[in-house]
């Protein structure tokens, strides 16, 4: 077994990749030349090594996840940007926010969707206008009241509304449906809005909302992603969670999803989000809605035909792993929510972290496959912001947090967001996280392609920084391949890219091998390091997982425990800020699985970090001179993660 190439590789461009043929060539017309005219060497596949090429070679970044006033939480708490502020803020004009401040992103997003909730479409409007049939009812009036008076009156507003709708006491009149004619006018505003901001090239939008089921309190969240324009969308109306017509049941948005495919031809994927507030229910082994009877090969396989995608990061805490969980990943602490669920209505125990982080869920997903035939939780990792302000701002030092009264101000950190005094649980503004958006390696920059490579998982989430990463599986890569400057066209002709299932195991191979590559947000920090995570189910049955160092910076060197030294750091947090003088540009390696048994499943997939840098509470520490207690962080070492490579093995 040949031992793993860590190195990180020159910033020049490496030779050519191919010599030419010795020719000799008598004489050149003064004319063009066309290919026929051409001899061998001089043929188009001879020397220039993009030609042909049709693989996936642009990456582009965007957030899946944005609310406006449009949506009732994200209205009642203050918010007063509309979708066409929402979608001129993401592609780089500078916007007044709803607390009256200038904003503007540091550079474009490439694609942007908004995903205001499907349930009570509409009743926002209504609400803080005071409409009859809103004034008639006193929880309407309540709202209406508190929703106008704004600040922290509106906000206790608004977790009184999610908390009543969570358990079922909200009354109907407040739960409008498809039908309702504010309903169904909101709706085509949203449609009209993506189609008109659709700039395909430049600025890619799409047609998407939140389904938002609550078991008890327990988020099952999921974003509706249309590949679609108005043509086909326009024919439905989106899923709600309120009986009769909606359900809380993920089957019967499945059903509702193939009725969409069967009646418009088009397409459609939903995109799940905070299982660690979901209290163990997210990547569960039984169903939830039928008694918890164990799942079966039909629920593993519609959630592995609709849903591809989990979003692991957002302003609601990091759901990679837990150090519960993971007790031997030194970075596994990162953003952890761990306090309850959602609406705090229950607290978190240690028997549901399993159900809850996009790593046990994969896990989960290899046990079910042995027993099922069929892997349900076979997802790609992306990225995205969850705000409710529409502003889509992900940047430590522009964060605008998730609701209106979180944008910056000198009392954000500290204000305490949410609590239950029975369970002793507190949340404060200083837990939200400035995260994240979704690298995506697409053919070029239009909705097709770009919901392609979603429903392919060839896309990775970051949790904030535009780090590029690419991630390909193969059986016989050589070592010397990192040295190309085309490792992309390597890659796929050697092997397979992230999101995707290895090839059959060839006769003779002794072990996968991977090529991972990272290079940092041109404007960020520089990299740490590249880890390679494998997860796996032993011979008897158990989940089992491993973090593998496979390139870093710096010429470090493992100790005697095979432990790497942590980078160092250059934060100041007087300013606050950092030097690129520890890290790299960029870093990447052959790594082949040292551990390899070609008879266990495993799946792998890359992590790369950052050197540390100030986290979004430093800077406003500095802006609004205030002392923050030692409990709030103030740098961090933020993170892309790519889609898992998956092994079986051959039966």
Same mark, same amino acid.
Not at 428 to 443: C, E, K, L
Not at 612 to 633: G, I, K, Q, S
């Given at each position: 077994m040949s031992k793993p190439l860590s190195i990180m590789i020159a910033i020049a461009l490496c030779g050519a990749t191919s010599a030419l043929r010795a020719q000799e060539v008598t004489t050149l017309s003064p004319e063009i030349l066309t290919g026929d005219d051409l001899p061998p060497a001089f043929g188009p596949a001879a020397y220039s090594p993009n030609v042909g090429q049709e693989f996936p070679d642009q990456v582009f970044f965007g957030d899946l996840h944005v609310h406006t006033l449009l949506s009732a939480d994200a209205g009642g708490a203050g918010a007063r940007l509309m979708p066409d502020d929402a979608y001129r803020f993401a592609r780089g004009e500078e916007i007044i926010s709803t607390s009256g401040q200038r904003v503007k992103l540091s550079k474009p997003l490439d694609f942007f969707m908004l995903t205001e909730h499907s349930d009570g479409m509409g009743v926002i409007v209504d609400i803080l206008n005071g409409t009859p049939n809103i004034m008639a009812e006193p929880i309407g009036a309540q709202l209406h009241e508190a929703f106008n008076r704004g600040g922290a009156d509106a906000q206790n507003a608004v977790w009184k509304m999610i908390g009543m709708f969570a358990n079922g006491e909200l009354p109907d009149a407040l739960l409008y449906q498809p039908g309702n004619p504010a309903f169904d006018r909101v709706w085509g505003d949203i449609i009209d809005a993506a189609e008109r901001f659709n700039d395909p090239g430049t600025f890619s939008t799409f047609v998407a909302f939140e389904w938002t089921p609550f078991v008890d309190g327990n988020n099952l969240h999921r974003n509706v992603i249309f590949r679609d324009g108005a043509d086909k969308v326009s024919q439905i109306a989106p899923y709600t969670t309120t009986p009769p017509i909606g359900s809380q049941n993920p089957r019967d948005l499945w059903d509702w999803m193939q009725a969409y495919e069967d009646k418009t031809g088009g397409e459609v994927m939903a995109v799940p989000h905070n299982g660690n507030l979901s209290n163990g229910i997210m990547f569960p082994l039984v169903d939830t809605f039928d008694n918890n009877t164990p799942l079966d090969a039909d629920y593993a396989r519609l959630r592995q035909e609709w849903e591809p995608l989990y979003e692991v990061t957002q302003v609601k805490g990091d759901s990679e792993t837990h150090p519960y969980l993971s007790p031997d990943d030194e970075f596994a602490d990162y953003e952890t929510w761990d306090f309850g669920n959602l609406d705090l209505s229950e607290a978190k125990t240690p028997e549901m972290l399993p159900g809850e982080y996009a790593r046990a869920g994969l896990q989960r997903g290899l046990l079910l496959q042995q027993q099922l035939g069929v892997n349900p939780f076979k997802f790609g990792l992306v990225g995205a912001t969850d705000t409710h302000t529409g502003l889509a701002t992900f940047d430590e030092n522009n964060f605008f947090g998730k609701f209106v009264s979180y944008e910056p101000n000198p009392a954000r950190a500290m204000n305490l967001?949410?609590?239950?005094?029975?369970? &002793?649980?507190?949340?404060? &503004?200083?837990?939200?996280? !400035?995260?994240?958006?979704?690298?995506?390696?697409?053919?070029?920059?239009?909705?097709?392609?770009?919901?392609?490579?979603? #429903?392919?998982?060839?896309?990775? #989430?970051?949790?904030?920084?535009?780090?590029?990463?690419?991630?390909?599986?193969?059986? $016989?890569?050589? $070592?010397?391949?990192?040295?190309?400057?085309? =490792? #992309?066209?390597?890659?796929?002709?050697?092997?397979?890219?992230?999101?995707?299932?290895?090839?059959?195991?060839?006769?003779? !191979?002794?072990?996968?091998?991977?090529?991972?590559?990272?290079?940092? *947000?041109?404007?960020? !920090?520089? =990299? %740490?390091?590249?880890?390679?995570?494998?997860?796996?189910? *032993?011979?008897?049955?158990?989940?089992?997982?491993?973090?593998?160092?496979?390139?870093?910076?710096?010429?470090?060197?493992?100790?005697?425990?095979?432990?790497?030294?942590?980078?160092?750091?250059?934060?100041? =947090?007087?300013?606050?800020?950092?030097?690129?003088?520890?890290?790299?540009?960029?870093?990447?390696?052959?790594?082949? $699985?040292?551990?390899?048994?070609?008879?266990?499943?495993?799946?792998?997939?890359?992590?790369?970090?950052?050197?540390?840098?100030?986290?979004? +509470? #430093?800077?406003?520490?500095?802006?609004?001179?205030? %002392? =923050?207690?030692?409990?709030?962080?103030?740098? +961090?070492?933020?993170?892309?993660?790519?889609?898992?490579?998956?092994?079986?093995? !051959?039966?």
């Open positions: 967001s949410q609590s239950n005094p029975e369970l &002793g649980i507190e949340r404060f &503004g200083w837990q939200d996280t !400035a995260s994240g958006i979704t690298g995506v390696w697409a053919v070029e920059n239009t909705r097709e392609s770009i919901y392609d490579a979603m #429903a392919r998982r060839e896309v990775f #989430a970051t949790t904030g920084p535009r780090i590029r990463v690419r991630l390909f599986g193969g059986w $016989d890569y050589p $070592d010397a391949v990192i040295l190309s400057r085309d =490792l #992309a066209g390597v890659g796929y002709q050697g092997g397979v890219p992230m999101g995707s299932d290895l090839w059959a195991r060839p006769e003779g !191979a002794d072990a996968p091998r991977f090529i991972v590559y990272g290079m940092r *947000d041109p404007d960020g !920090a520089n =990299l %740490d390091r590249v880890q390679i995570i494998k997860g796996w189910v *032993d011979a008897s049955g158990q989940t089992q997982e491993k973090v593998f160092d496979v390139a870093w910076s710096d010429g470090r060197v493992p100790g005697s425990d095979g432990v790497l030294p942590p980078v160092g750091s250059t934060v100041d =947090l007087t300013v606050p800020t950092w030097t690129n003088t520890i890290g790299a540009v960029e870093l990447g390696t052959v790594w082949e $699985d040292p551990e390899f048994d070609p008879a266990v499943p495993a799946f792998y997939y890359a992590r790369v970090i950052e050197i540390p840098t100030p986290r979004w +509470t #430093a800077y406003d520490a500095v802006a609004f001179d205030l %002392d =923050l207690p030692p409990e709030v962080p103030m740098v +961090t070492q933020e993170r892309a993660y790519t889609s898992p490579i998956w092994y079986t093995p !051959a039966e």
